[in-house]
């Protein structure tokens, strides 16, 4: 089984940066995928952002070029550099690691209002 815990988040002014990062643990010789999705009110849990195994990056359109995803196999943990934050970045970001199954993290909130 492989395990996530996520830390980083909180409120900032739009323009401004945050940073998320997430530990795998237990069995991570699984993960052939590791990613952020977000999860707005009322809205669909959406990817925001995934790397694999092998080093391929995908990133939502909204998310171009301010958004950087990056990855530590050594450590297990993948971060998420996020940029000129706007509000409508606001929601819960959730770690997502495809393993065996695909497992979540608890979520952080991220809110980005004046």
């Known amino acids: 089984q492989v395990q996530l815990v996520e830390s980083g988040g909180g409120l900032v002014q739009p323009g401004e940066s945050l940073r998320l990062s997430c530990t795998a643990s237990?069995?991570?010789?699984?993960?052939?995928?590791m990613g952020w999705y977000r999860q707005a009110p009322g809205k669909q849990r959406e990817l925001v952002a995934a790397?694999?195994?092998?080093?391929?990056?995908n990133y939502a359109d909204s998310v171009k070029g301010r958004f950087t995803i990056s990855r530590n196999l050594a450590k297990n943990t993948v971060d998420l550099q996020m940029n000129s934050l706007k509000p409508e970045d606001t929601a819960v970001y959730y770690c997502?690691?495809?393993?065996?199954?695909?497992?979540w993290g608890q979520g952080t909130q991220v809110t980005v209002s004046s």
């Open positions: 997502n690691a495809d393993a065996l199954n695909t497992v």
């Open positions: 237990g069995s991570t010789f699984s993960i052939y995928r």
């Open positions: 790397i694999t195994r092998g080093g391929n990056i």
